[in-house]
T-cell receptor, first 111, second 116 residues
């Protein structure tokens, strides 16, 4: 699996957009970008994934650069409940392999 | 619908005792995973079950750890002769090959194991 690099921590004001970057310069053509988050004392939660097109769902948007070497997860209106560790994972979309979580970004949403 | 459930939520045991941790996956999910997370650390993969195939045990840290999945549903993770370094949150996740994303895993709340 391609290695990912994320900043260890970020702050965001409540109500503002949180933009979480991820570098994955060694990504290969068949690898997807996945985002999970882990709120304190809970199990990880799937957020979104994409291959090369930008994606949006009810939780977030995922912007992938044209060369696919980096991506940004956008929480459009961050709330205090979005405070969590956010993990960017690059993975081949094959059947059922385990997820490999790196250090992630600890997002602190402040009032 | 019901998510992944795990029991107990907390377990305190003495060094040398055996413990069993239970996971009830989402109904119909064929894939089941066990991970553990030590304090302040990332997730560490332990074992993966997929249908009737032989489980992927590559992440089990020692032969004191074992897991089974009965009837393709409920799974039990057993730790024999527990050590203090086994203290961690043990997380179970399940997934379905019928979803569009094979890597979308649904996690339970975890079991916090403390070995005294």
């Amino acid at each position: 699996d391609a290695k990912t690099t994320q900043p260890p921590s970020m702050d965001c004001a409540e109500g503002r957009a949180a933009n979480l970057p991820c570098n994955h310069s060694t990504i290969s053509g068949n690898e997807y970008v996945y985002w999970y988050r882990q709120i304190h004392s809970q199990g990880p939660q799937y957020i979104i994934h994409g291959l090369k097109n930008n994606e949006t769902n009810e939780m977030a948007s995922l912007i992938i650069t044209e060369d696919r070497k980096s991506s940004t997860l956008i929480l459009p209106h961050a709330t205090l409940r979005d405070t969590a560790v956010y993990y960017c994972i690059v993975r081949v979309n094959n059947a059922g392999n385990m997820l490999t979580f790196g250090g992630g970004t600890r997002l602190m949403v402040k009032p | 619908g019901a998510g992944v459930s795990q029991s107990p939520s907390n377990k305190v045991t003495e060094k040398g005792k055996d413990v069993e941790l239970r996971c009830d996956p989402i109904s119909g999910h064929t894939a089941l995973y066990w991970y553990r997370q030590s304090l302040g650390q990332g997730l560490e993969f332990l074992i993966y079950f997929q249908g009737n195939s032989a489980p992927d045990k590559s992440g089990l840290p020692s032969d004191r750890f074992s897991a089974e999945r009965t009837g393709g549903s409920v799974s039990t993770l057993t730790i024999q002769r527990t050590q203090q370094e086994d203290s961690a949150v043990y997380l179970c996740a399940s997934g379905s090959l019928r979803t569009s994303s094979y890597n979308e895993q649904f996690f339970g709340p975890g079991t916090r194991l403390t070995v005294l």
